[in-house]
């Protein structure tokens, strides 16, 4: 087994260099780039365009660039962004606690939702539970997540107010019709602004819709996962066997059932976990959330090369590594399953 | 069950290390400069946060030094939000190349002069504009001087000198400054300081938009020693300024906050509100949301379609002006087969280079009925570049005349022959025999107003004969660099459609576009933004003597011209103006639109009722 993970760690060498080449060389050939974001400013005149086009390198060939950027990081220098000027990890180190904190909670409260839903309908296949879950896990599937974020900021921020005013204490018509009233929940942002400390609950308070847009999607998904592998244990052998010997329902299915239905989906949880660190770039537009899909999105429309390959080398590496860990943690979880 | 167990655990495990995460990850306190934070510090501690330390001391204990009668502080600072959808990147006015960053610089950073909404020039540390009249100004434009006001200080209490503003110049002219636009200053002798607060300035030859430069001065003592502004961290958290408020702390994408300057000029009157703070909200959708509930005070840019469904809100405000920029179509003169001609005129485009042409696709466009359908009537027709400022051009609109169009048509040698709605050539000047009219239209991706104003100029053209075909490309694509291999650079395209405009002096702008000298080739390294590649010899002597002089109503006629000659030649048409539009709650006073410059210009006069 350690020969194994040695060996599979030691393949990821030149799978990292040759990710690295592939997408330089894409980002290199995509038009666009670091220029194009000064060409609309009417600050500048076209002696600048050139002179700036020198200054970042532009007109040297591809591999050039790409020697000079893969010599640096190897050393362990990420570079600094073409636009900020800041160092490249200190602007991913900016925005990665954010976006973990968002997209954790997220994923959480859609396993601690989904897998005792798909549980429960895949015990009472056909019951109306079970058509009721199915439908909704449909539509959570189906719906536009942008649409779906924006009307909740409607709903909760626009429609809705705080029924609990300091000027009028509490009263249900404040839900909707009360001209100096707060917003029921925020439209956006980690926490109040111009706070300087802001309380437990009031980023909780700014957490509940983002989180919610984000679980609606993955909510579906999870429930017919999981609903699915359970369906397949109840029907095989030992779980009859295990019903016959008399043992009671709750030990069946928890004891028996569930352990081995949870093995594949836990797999595949440790699969989306790299694209937990890549952040959510829809959910971070509509709620203001600095994160790192929004980090991303901008660097690549700007053509910022060192934060472009700096946030890509990093998911490359959680890629690789939760992927030996999903391995690992279904030969942890079967024992029949063996490496060598 | 063990292994159910552990699971879990792991799961668990994770749960706490976000806890633990969120718990830590606060906003990022930037390494103050000592002076101005104590000031700042003192205005949010008197607000309602429960958890801050300072909290029960707060209204006496952090008293700021230098404020010896400060009024009774209500307990919530006066602050206004402000929403832009784009994040600034660095702040230092001269390496930025967003508008959103400098919304943000203009508040705290000043220069002498700067541009009112009528587009008339007005002192703003300057005691007066320099002009030929007042003596400021050598009859040649040569030799400039300004006058400082007595006794401004930066936010940190050093004195504002000329040497300031010497060292900006310095600067901005150093090699690998990373200073993005060094035009102009590039073109001063000298700056020379004979008493701290006299400016003179010496060019080594006449630059007519001399007025732009300085509008932003660096604070030599707090920048001095690297001349790699780059590294600056005056970028960032660093800003220091003379201006109304002061940077108070910026968390990354998210939000930055501004507090009065205590040692601004005209304090404690200016500026009226405590606190500015600026949201970063990336969905325009979003933001419309958050002006109707109240979130925020001020949204920032929005366009004529957005206009209808506030009309009625009696809680927002739409502040509205005609802009100097206009939606236009770019019409290639030259073959777009080459890479990057410079001699349209022995390879002009097979189907646009003949002038009935283009004047045919100009009496087939409905100007009007764009502006009504897609804009709501909320501008005007597109005429001439320069549609507003001291330097407009007087054209009158084109006319819409689809018969004209299909006569001019058929003059040039294009008809439609075998029946399929599209003319060819037959007997065309430049074209091969039997070539379709067929043109592509191109513009920026994902714009639904431009995406629906090519399919009603594809409509338009149909009904002409003419068939446009769209091939819409991501803005980054279209407005690539040189070396990027950009079309629109290398004149590979037949119609661009896109907006541009130009400063408060447009001489640069107007060069850069329609002079002949200004066609992006090999040979000058793709400088230049004649990418039409249009050549006029009086249009560009024109240009070439309105750059000369400092005379205003001299330069204006030599302008004229060359609208004239635009409107003639049409190597762009004007579809429409665009106007520059905001929106802020009913509550919000002393805001007022600026369409040459930022919107945060006068944030001193801004209110909050």
Redesign the interface.
């Known amino acids: 087994m350690a020969q194994y993970i040695l060996r599979r760690l030691l393949y990821s060498i030149p799978l990292l260099i040759l990710i690295s080449i592939i997408v330089f060389f894409l980002i290199s050939l995509a038009p666009g780039g670091p220029m194009s974001a000064f060409e609309e400013n009417p600050n500048l005149t076209p002696e600048d365009i050139v002179r700036l086009e020198e200054e970042f390198g532009l007109n040297q060939p591809i591999y050039v660039r790409y020697w000079k950027w893969a010599s640096r990081i190897i050393v362990g220098d990420w570079g600094y962004s073409n636009v900020t000027h800041q160092p490249v990890l200190q602007e991913i180190a900016h925005r990665l606690p954010n976006t973990l904190q968002l997209m954790l909670v997220a994923f959480l409260i859609t396993l601690l939702i989904a897998i005792p839903i798909g549980l429960y309908s895949a015990l009472h296949q056909y019951s109306l539970f079970d058509h009721i879950a199915t439908f909704f896990a449909f539509v959570g599937q189906a719906i536009p997540i942008f649409w779906f974020g924006l009307i909740l900021i409607i709903i909760f921020n626009v429609w809705l107010n705080n029924p609990i005013s300091p000027h009028h204490g509490f009263a249900w018509s404040h839900f909707t019709d009360c001209a100096d009233c707060k917003p029921l929940l925020p439209g956006g942002g980690m926490a109040p602004y111009g706070v300087d400390d802001p309380t437990l609950w009031q980023r909780i308070k700014h957490m509940i819709l983002p989180v919610t847009m984000l679980a609606m999607f993955g909510m579906g998904t999870y429930t017919r996962y999981m609903r699915g592998q359970t369906l397949e244990v109840i029907y095989q052998d030992y779980i009859r066997t295990a019903r016959s010997k008399g043992l009671p329902e709750r030990l069946v299915v928890m004891r028996h059932a569930f352990k081995n239905a949870l093995a594949p989906v836990v797999t595949i949880i440790a699969l989306d976990l790299p694209g937990l660190f890549g952040g959510a770039l829809f959910t971070e537009t509509i709620f203001s959330w600095p994160g790192m899909g929004r980090l991303f999105y901008r660097s690549a429309q700007r053509g910022d090369y060192p934060l472009l390959m700096g946030i890509v080398m990093i998911n490359a590496v959680l890629i690789i590594a939760f992927n030996l860990l999903a391995d690992l943690s279904y030969a942890y979880l079967d024992p029949r399953i063996r490496y060598d | 069950?063990s292994?159910?167990i552990r699971?879990l655990l792991v799961?668990a495990l994770?749960?706490g290390?976000?806890i633990l995460?969120?718990?830590?990850?606060?906003?990022?306190q930037p390494a103050q400069k000592p002076t101005a934070a104590p000031a700042a510090t003192e205005a949010?501690?008197a607000?309602?946060?429960?958890?801050?330390t300072e909290a029960p001391a707060a209204t006496e204990a952090p008293a700021p030094t230098e404020a010896p009668a400060e009024p009774a502080k209500s307990a919530e600072?006066k602050?206004i939000?402000y929403g832009l959808y784009q994040?600034p990147?660095?702040l230092n006015p001269f390496?930025a190349?967003?508008y959103a960053a400098d919304e943000v610089s203009k508040m705290v950073v000043e220069g002498l002069v700067d541009v009112d909404p009528d587009g008339n020039f007005y002192p703003v540390l300057a005691e007066e504009v320099p002009t030929i009249e007042n003596g400021l100004v050598s009859e040649d434009g040569l030799n400039v001087t300004y006058h400082i006001k007595k006794g401004v200080v930066w936010s940190d209490g050093e004195p504002f000198t000329c040497d300031d503003v010497k060292y900006t110049w310095e600067i901005v002219t150093t090699p690998?400054s990373?200073a993005?636009?060094?035009?102009g200053y590039d073109k001063i002798e000298a700056v020379t300081c004979d008493d701290p607060n006299t400016v003179q300035i010496k060019f080594k030859e006449f630059y007519a938009p001399y007025l732009t430069l300085f509008d932003s001065v660096l604070p030599k003592h707090a920048t001095e020693g690297a001349t790699d502004m780059?590294?600056w961290e005056y970028?960032?958290t660093g800003l220091l300024g003379t201006g109304p408020f002061v940077l108070r702390d910026w968390?990354?994408?998210?939000?930055i906050?501004l507090v009065k300057n205590e040692n601004y000029r005209d304090y404690p009157d200016m500026p009226k509100a405590d606190?500015i703070?600026v949201?970063?909200?990336?969905?325009r959708?979003?933001g419309k949301?958050?002006i109707?509930?109240?979130?925020i005070d001020i949204l920032w840019d929005l366009s004529e379609a957005d206009v209808p469904e506030f009309e009625e809100n009696p809680d927002v405000v739409v502040h509205k002006r005609p802009g100097p920029g206009a939606e236009r179509l770019l019409l290639n003169l030259a073959d777009p087969t080459l890479d990057a001609t410079d001699d349209p005129l022995n390879h002009p485009h097979p189907l646009l280079a003949d002038l009935r042409v283009r004047e045919a696709i100009q009496y087939g466009i409905d100007k009007q009925l764009i502006v009504d359908e897609l804009l709501y009537g909320a501008t005007t027709v597109g005429t001439s570049e320069l549609s507003i400022g001291w330097a407009k051009c007087d054209i009158p609109p084109s006319e819409y005349n689809p018969d004209k169009a299909r006569e001019l048509l058929d003059e040039a040698g294009f008809k439609d022959e075998d029946g399929d709605g599209v003319r060819e050539c037959h007997g065309c000047k430049y074209a091969e025999e039997g070539a379709p009219l067929k043109l592509k239209i191109q513009t920026t991706s994902g714009n639904q107003l431009r995406e629906e104003c090519e399919q009603l100029l594809v409509e338009m053209m149909k009904d002409i004969g003419v068939q446009f075909y769209i091939e819409n490309?991501?803005?980054?694509?279209?407005?690539?660099?040189?070396?990027?291999?950009?079309f629109r650079k290398h004149g590979n395209f037949d119609i661009l459609m896109y907006t541009?405009?130009?400063?408060i002096d447009p001489q640069?702008?107007m060069y850069?576009y329609f002079h002949k000298n200004?066609i992006?080739t090999e040979a000058?390294?793709?400088?230049?933004?004649n990418y039409v590649r249009w050549i006029n010899d009086r249009a560009s002597e024109a240009l070439d003597k309105a750059g000369a002089t400092p005379n205003l109503e001299d330069r204006k006629a030599q302008y004229q011209i060359a609208c004239e000659e635009i409107a003639h030649d049409i190597p762009h048409l004007y579809l429409y103006d665009r106007s520059e539009i905001e929106l802020t709650r009913s509550n919000i006073k002393g805001f007022k639109v600026n369409p040459w410059g930022r919107q945060t210009w006068n944030v001193e006069e801004w209110d909050k009722e």
């Open positions: 069950m292994k159910i699971t799961i994770l749960v290390a976000v995460v969120a718990g830590c990850s606060s906003s990022q949010p501690a607000t309602e946060a429960p958890a801050a600072p602050t939000i994040e990147d660095v390496i190349t967003q690998e990373g993005v636009n060094t035009s780059t590294t970028n960032t968390e990354s994408g998210d939000h906050t606190q703070i949201r970063i909200i990336p969905s959708e979003v949301a958050l109707t509930s109240g979130e490309v991501p803005s980054s694509e279209l407005f690539g660099s040189w070396s990027s291999g950009a541009t405009s130009e400063r640069s702008h850069g200004s992006p000058n390294n793709g400088k230049g933004f």
